[in-house]
């Protein structure tokens, strides 16, 4: 039977709660969004007591599914102002699944407390600690400590300096399989603001004792979960490492989701140097695949020694594994990971840097601070954009994000604190952000479909909301469209449904690759889903039925249809090569989730 | 037959089909016996199946019988995702 474990920060209480019957069916993303549609507030200030944190790990997390373990935290977002639901792999999903925790919801906050405090979840017990000893401290060691003291090998979620300094691009971290790397973030929206906000800095989950859920119908739920495997296995883009032939085959687990870099510079939807061009002259350097051959090349120098890795998995049980580990070229040893596509683009294309080590190196310093790295690459071009650093200049940019370890510093504060904040301070008029959120890597101007989402989804301008990439570029259901074609509407509302359906489950966003373009493997993940629960879930209406509580609560936090506007140079300024402008009309967005 | 030279880039799974000590990114010149799309596939033994996305000169082409130019860049790549 699965529980809610509920944490009173105010008095430092915890109780253990049956999931409520209405309840049954939700997890991930629609637990947290359920949860915060129902006890918060949605006028509340969100880095008072009055906002909640929610946990909970997809639906499936724990058991057999392949790449299930994904984990979802939501609260109302210091970032937008709405609600917010980030998810991230790690081991935190696998270890609240096997210990039967359907959901952890953080309300309150110490009263004028100086202590930090981190909670302890194990099978069937809860502690609070206090440990100050874990505040004030880079991720990459608070990591390596927690595990010390915590001999289990937990999974490890919270935030770093950012966040216990409640600035508003703190993520919330996780530690990876390895315990090497903070770097797997539920990063977007501020959340690790909220848990700065509360005085906590990590939430420990010790998996020992528990044990894998069990399915309704486990019979069907294991040959359903065994042919959906086969159906990723097989797939080009989700598949394995090599083919027969021993040749690269699976696209993630040999590039990693920065196999994108490339065809986005190629296809003129790159952003780059702040949203000035669509192409990115040196987009091949920091790309999947030099990323890949770093990895060989470090591998032949340097053998066993060699800490380089693609094909490298983020929670237990995935078998797409797209992460990677980035090597030092020097030494073979780990610099960060993962390095994905956004990152790449984010700290590398926008700003104009073009050298490898660079971007990791602003990667691994966003894992150390607790930043997310698509607002932090964001938030530096604002930086650039006002003449305070040059666009290219790797250096510098490490320089200035470094700033941001000492308290002191107003300039440290500031990149900290989104591309919004950054943009108006420093006298920006061109700032990529909706509803407050900067915007990810794919263009809006020539592609359009990425665009409405941006501006529509309840989360700010967010891709995986309702990833129409695949569809307009990767020629993924359907045929990539004419940049013409306007009809897009439709497309991002039927991307965004799925999405928070699967964004619920536990699985990876990226089996969409597959599912989207083979039949069995929709149909099998579905029956996973359907005889864990032992009902029928209609996708479409699962996902909508998230939407529109997500749409409710944002419409009482304040949002009209005025925010679901790209920024106005979109519609303004062409993106060169193919000197195209956002001309979605306004008509065509409120289409969008009209109805709801 | 009329030979003609174009430039072809590979990315992803299909860069080892280039020739060695070409860069990631970088275009190699291709001589050509028929000069559509088809040829250069033809050419380097690519299938079409794996030729997912087909750019000439910066603009996606979905026709494998697409003609080609002297000079006309050509990028190739698989099926590829993320995200
Ligand atoms: S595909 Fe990548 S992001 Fe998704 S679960 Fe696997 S390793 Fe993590």
Same mark, same amino acid.
């Given at each position: ?13 915890? +109780? &253990? ?15 947290? !969004? ?33 790449? !299930? ?31 039967? %925790? =359907? ?10 407390? @100086?202590? &930090? ?24 060691? /608070?990591?390596?400590?927690? &595990?010390?003291?915590?001999?289990? +090998? ?29 770097? =797997? ?12 906000? *509360?005085?906590? %800095? ?49 696209? /993630? ?31 091949? *350097? ?12 470090? @591998? ?25 580990? %980035? ?8 610099? %960060? ?7 790449? &683009? ?15 190196? /602003? ?49 440290? =504060? ?19 952000? $909706? @509803? ?47 940049? =013409? ?65 997500? #749409? ?12 679901? #506007? /790209?920024?106005?140079?979109? *519609? ?7 000197? $195209? ?16 | ?83």
């Amino acid at each position: 039977m699965s529980k809610v474990l509920r944490i009173n920060m105010e008095d430092l209480s915890h +109780k &253990w709660q049956n999931v409520k019957p209405a309840h049954k069916t939700y997890a991930g993303r629609a637990f947290t !969004s359920t949860i915060l549609s129902e006890e918060v507030d949605p006028t509340c200030h969100p880095l008072r007591e009055q906002n909640k944190i929610v946990i909970s790990p997809g639906l499936l997390a724990g058991t057999l599914a392949p790449s !299930s373990g994904r984990l979802s935290v939501g609260a109302k977002s210091p970032l937008t102002g709405g609600i917010k639901e980030a998810n991230a792999g790690g081991l935190t999903g696998t270890r609240l699944g096997n210990l039967g %925790v =359907r959901g952890i919801i953080i309300e309150g906050a110490p009263k004028n407390s @100086k202590d &930090w405090y981190s909670i302890l979840v194990g099978k069937d017990k809860c502690e609070i600690l206090k440990t100050n000893q874990y505040a004030g401290i880079g991720l990459y060691d /608070l990591i390596g400590k927690v &595990w010390k003291d915590h001999p289990t +090998k937990p999974g490890i979620i919270g935030c770093g300096v950012a966040g216990q300094r409640l600035l508003e691009n703190a993520g919330v971290f996780g530690n990876n399989i390895e315990n090497s790397d903070p770097g =797997r973030y539920a990063g977007r929206g501020g959340l690790g603001a909220v848990f700065g906000s *509360k005085r906590i %800095v990590a939430v420990i989950s010790d998996g020992k004792g528990g044990s894998r859920p069990e399915a309704k119908d486990q019979e069907k739920f294991d040959e359903a979960r065994k042919t959906f495997v086969k159906s990723l296995n097989a797939h080009a883009v989700t598949g394995k490492l090599k083919d027969d032939k021993g040749e690269p085959y699976g696209g /993630l687990k040999n590039y990693g989701t920065n196999i994108l870099l490339n065809i986005l510079s190629e296809a003129g939807g790159l952003p780059t140097r702040g949203f000035r061009s669509g192409r990115f002259d040196k987009a091949a *350097k920091i790309s999947g695949e030099a990323v890949h051959d770093l990895v060989d090349k470090t @591998k032949a120098k340097f053998g066993d020694k060699a800490e380089g890795k693609y094909a490298h998995a983020c929670h237990p049980g995935c078998v797409m594994a797209c992460s990677n580990i %980035v090597p030092y070229e020097e030494t073979g040893k780990q610099h %960060v990971s993962p390095l994905e596509y956004e990152t790449a &683009w984010s700290l590398g294309a926008n700003l104009g840097i073009g050298i490898l080590h660079d971007v990791a190196e /602003l990667n691994r310093l966003c894992n150390d601070i607790g930043l997310d790295t698509i607002e932090a690459g964001n938030t530096i071009a604002m930086f650039m954009e006002a003449g305070i650093i040059p666009f290219g200049d790797g250096p510098k940019a490490i320089a200035l994000l470094k700033k941001a370890y000492d308290e002191d510093s107003v300039e440290g =504060r500031l990149v900290s604190s989104g591309a919004q904040t950054a943009g108006k301070t420093l006298g920006v008029t061109r700032i990529p952000s $909706v @509803k407050g959120q900067a915007l990810p890597a794919y263009d809006p101007r020539p592609i359009k479909g990425i665009g409405v989402t941006y501006a529509t989804s309840t989360m700010g301008a967010d891709h995986t909301a309702g990833y129409t990439i695949a569809a307009e570029i990767l020629g993924i259901k359907g045929k990539v469209t004419d940049p =013409r074609d306007l009809k897009k509407a439709e497309l991002s509302q039927a991307f965004q449904a799925t999405t928070a359906y699967i964004d619920s489950t536990g699985y990876c966003l990226f089996i969409a690759f597959c599912i989207l373009d083979d039949d069995d493997g929709f149909n099998a993940m579905k029956t996973t889903v359907d005889s864990f629960l032992g009902e029928d879930i209609d996708v479409t209406s699962y996902g909508k039925d998230v939407l529109k509580k997500e #749409r409710e609560f944002n419409k009482k936090a304040g949002f009209t249809e005025a925010d679901d #506007r /790209l920024p106005e140079f979109f *519609k303004t300024e062409p993106l060169p090569p193919h000197n $195209v402008v956002f001309d979605v009309p306004d008509e065509e967005l409120d289409a969008v989730f009209k109805g709801f | 037959m009329i030979s003609m030279i174009v430039n072809v880039k590979l990315y992803a799974t299909l860069r080892k089909l280039a020739p060695k000590n070409v860069q990631i990114g970088e275009a190699f010149p291709l001589d050509l016996d028929s000069p559509t799309v088809n040829g250069v596939l033809h050419k380097l033994g690519i299938g079409e199946e794996q030729a997912k996305i087909i750019m000439v000169n910066g603009t996606r082409v979905t026709k494998f019988d697409h003609e080609l130019h002297a000079n006309d860049t050509v990028v190739i790549f698989p099926p590829v995702g993320g995200g």
